[in-house]
């Protein structure tokens, strides 16, 4: 604390120096809601004075003494407003912006400043407007935050279907996942085939893959960071929808009117209930009954109170579970098994107006995933006494409790200052396994003692308008990390710069050291709930990169478009990965209390490059984007594939999307994509061929004379670690809305199709062997002949889904 108390001392010097200045400061709400609106433009006009609202509303604006000036508050997808005020005195304005209407939203041909990117000196970030999410085509009509961020420039997709993201050459473990201040460790529903983040209770989503400030920290390579809607402090109001596989309803409303409102959102899917009835009608009458059941569902809350006019409390939780199961039972057997993960948030955050100059907020935040693994069978005699029985159960968690207080300081009007810290106490549970059976005479009780540990980090930052064409944000972080024998301290500083080369044309350029200290295993690569969240130990160092990252960001007003150019290099070191073969399920019966998960680990260090470009446009009759990304990622590992260098698996060289929505009238949508990527980098065989046996030659044909045996075991060799390259993916998706507005309600029909012209899209290969005769081979002798096959997931997939507000 000594830092951050030394710079707010010197800070408030700056203060004290300043002379004939005044201090216009406030929230902008939303209009109708009273909703707190971030990243909202304020500026003085015909001036080069401006500020931009935090996460809360809140902005302060320090300039020169005058009889009047106007203010003017912008922001996308708000109508502009303006005030007149007179600058003798520090003055607090608070203001409403209200929602521009579909009809203005159709009709919008200029401008407005609030959306020029070249006037920023943030680079590396995706900002989606919630609304336009909303538009863009989905899998099975479910809109889907992280399948949108899929499609930007920088961010690709794991494997066909999936949700899980890949940055910059890195891993999903290495994208900082927070909804309102709460780390989300699991962000999957379905197997990852969906996110459990429902858009409905979302009120933004940003998400930052390079240049980052200093106040973020814990990852590598992003920082997705989503904030949940307050609730209006007006009405009542109230959106959903039904489609194929779920349906969704949210609430929100006042509390006390104008002074405090909440929000309830909650989804759950019905696959379980559809497949039921197929499922029984497919069993009827055998001996054996299959009954496999799978479901999600995800709940979001928040209040929020004014407790005046300079104190706020919110409170926010996310509540979600994935259970599947399947169970057979017949005569003479019965078999259980089981998934079951689930993430639980809580936040409370509390927010205070020192003065015109200094806002605080602190949070207390809780976060928790479990994972487990269920599976029993017995098997009877047939006099009904008990033969063989098997059991087996295993879980892994991971619980936080934290604090955060951040500051945000507004000394003068070239300088917008940012410090503070946070304290997070980490409990791990990495695996814990149960097996007993009547096979052994020794059954395992494994119970991993769970692993403490205590993260922190201070920070200070601070946007600088050094000059009228050069605004730099300059900060450092010290992060620690504290285990049970070792405590790990690293300095990460940060510095991004934005330079004006002429009218709403910006060259930028940043540097950030990053540094994780909780990790994430996997061997499947599909991100999937059995992924295992492991820390950083005496013997596992933390992971660290260094990115540098340069282009060119240009704004057009006629048509409004936002053009960027964008170059990294990043070097990762310490990245961790499953030595050859191993897996945090592979433990069995015999050395299952001997193992632990650093057992099974290596760590090595990995580079990531490339160029990312992107024209975009938010508003208008037709919006969308062009997104391309040509990147090169290798990975070295001293145990792993003999020490050289490899390509990981989600490496791929080029990645191109298109995105556009076009609004044909105010009661009809058109929207589609389209997506094309190299495909991934794969380890198959290079051969495969039968083993000599002791018997290899020992079969005789009818003449007496030996032959070839080709029924010996199989056996495959591999080459170089990822060396064989997928076929491209590439993939359609087109979809029409038609809007209705009645007297009490809108209503919203969406008809669809995911994969539009049916392309088969490698989802995994396997090698299939078939046995054939060899022509013009006396005697005729059947030999094995390999063939690398494709598997495909989704063939061309149409979709509907009713969606309302009220």
Do not use: C
């Not at 269920?374 to 936080?400: A, C, P, V």
Request: aromatic letters at 14%.
């Amino acid at each position: 604390m000594r830092l951050i108390f030394t710079a707010f001392l010197l800070l408030s010097h700056i203060i004290s120096i300043a002379q004939n200045r005044v201090t216009i400061s406030g929230f902008v709400r939303e209009k109708g809601s009273q909703e707190q609106l971030p990243g909202v433009n304020v500026y003085i006009d015909n001036t080069p004075y401006g500020a931009v609202t935090n996460t809360y509303g809140f902005y302060s604006l320090t300039l020169p003494a005058s009889d009047s000036a106007t203010v003017s508050f912008s922001f996308v997808g708000y109508e502009k407003q303006q005030k007149r005020v007179a600058l003798r005195t520090d003055t607090e304005l608070n203001i409403f912006l209200p929602t521009i209407t579909q009809l203005e939203e159709v009709v919008v041909s200029a401008r407005k400043q609030e959306d020029y990117v070249s006037r920023t000196v943030q680079m590396s970030k995706v900002e989606i407007p919630i609304q336009q999410l909303k538009k863009i085509p989905a899998f099975f009509g479910e809109k889907d935050v992280l399948r949108v961020l899929q499609l930007m420039p920088g961010v690709q997709k794991g494997t066909e279907g999936q949700t899980g993201l890949y940055v910059r050459g890195g891993g999903p473990d290495q994208n900082l996942i927070i909804l309102d201040d709460a780390v989300v460790y699991n962000a999957n529903h379905l197997f990852g085939f969906f996110s459990i983040f429902n858009s409905d209770a979302l009120r933004s989503v940003e998400l930052t893959k390079g240049g980052f400030p200093a106040r973020y920290g814990g990852r590598l390579s992003s920082v997705l960071e989503m904030n949940m809607k307050e609730g209006s402090k007006e009405k009542m109001h109230g959106e959903g929808g039904i489609g194929l596989i779920s349906s969704r309803l949210t609430l929100e409303g006042p509390i006390s009117k104008g002074k405090s409102s909440f929000l309830i959102s909650g989804r759950r899917t019905y696959i379980d209930f559809l497949a039921a009835p197929l499922i029984a009608r497919e069993q009827r009458g055998e001996d054996s009954q299959v009954k496999p059941g799978y479901y999600f569902y995800d709940l979001n809350a928040k209040m929020n109170y004014d407790l005046g006019s300079k104190d706020k409390l919110y409170i926010s939780g996310y509540f979600g579970r994935d259970k599947f199961h399947a169970n057979e039972k017949s005569s003479t057997s019965e078999t259980r098994a089981g998934l079951d993960w689930g993430n639980a948030t809580a936040t409370m955050r509390w927010n205070h107006v020192l003065n015109q100059k200094l806002f605080v907020n602190t949070s207390f935040i809780f976060s928790n995933f479990k994972f487990g693994v269920s599976s029993y069978s017995k098997e009877l005699n047939s006099d009904g006494s008990l033969d063989d029985e098997f059991s087996l159960e295993y879980d892994s968690r991971i619980r936080d409790l934290g604090v955060k207080t951040d500051f945000d300081f507004y000394p003068s009007s070239k300088h917008a200052v940012k410090f503070g810290g946070q304290a997070t106490f980490h409990k791990f549970v990495p695996s814990a396994l149960a097996i007993a059976g009547t096979f052994t005479d020794n059954p395992i009780e494994r119970s991993v003692k769970p692993v403490y540990s205590l993260e922190a980090g201070l920070y200070i930052e601070d946007t600088w308008q050094a000059l009228d064409a050069l605004k730099v944000n300059a900060g450092l972080r010290l992060s620690t990390f504290q285990t049970e024998v070792k405590t790990y301290v690293r300095p990460e500083p940060r510095i991004s710069a934005a330079l004006r080369l002429a009218e709403n044309l910006s060259f930028k350029a940043s540097y950030a050291r990053m540094n994780q200290y909780v990790h994430l295993l996997s061997n499947t690569g599909l991100g999937l709930p059995t992924d295992l969240w492991v820390p950083t130990t005496a013997r596992v160092a933390p992971q660290q990169s260094e990115q540098i990252a340069a282009g060119l960001a240009k704004d057009f007003e006629r048509p409004a478009l936002t053009v960027t150019l964008e170059g990294y290099y990043k070097k990762m070191n310490n990245i961790l990965n499953y030595k050859e073969g191993s897996s945090f399920l592979s433990i069995n019966g015999e050395n299952a209390n001997e193992l632990s998960w650093e057992d099974n680990v290596t760590s090595g260090k990995g580079w990531s490059y490339g160029g990312e470009f992107l024209v975009q446009k938010k508003t208008g009759r037709f919006s969308g984007w062009i997104g391309y990304t040509l990147s090169w990622t290798y990975w070295k590992f001293p145990e792993l594939n003999f020490g050289k260098t490899f390509f990981p698996r989600y490496d791929r060289r080029h990645d191109l999307s298109v995105v556009g929505i076009y609004e044909l009238s105010k009661r009809i949508t058109l929207s589609a994509t389209w997506v094309y990527g190299t495909g991934n980098a794969l380890t198959l065989p290079v051969s495969s061929y039968r083993a000599a046996t002791d018997n290899f030659v020992t079969r005789i044909t009818g003449d007496g004379k030996p032959a070839i045996n080709w029924f010996g075991p199989t056996v495959s060799e591999y080459g170089q670690k990822n060396s064989y390259r997928a076929e491209p993916f590439h993939r359609m998706d087109i979809a029409i809305q038609f809007h209705k507005k009645k007297k009490r309600h809108e209503r919203t029909w969406e008809f669809g199709v995911y994969n539009a012209y049916n392309r088969r899209n490698p989802f995994f290969y396997n090698i299939d062997e078939e046995m054939v005769i060899l022509p013009n081979v006396m005697p005729a002798t059947p030999v094995p002949k390999y063939t690398l096959k494709r598997y495909s997931l989704f063939p061309i997939l149409p979709y509907f889904s009713y969606n309302f507000k009220f």
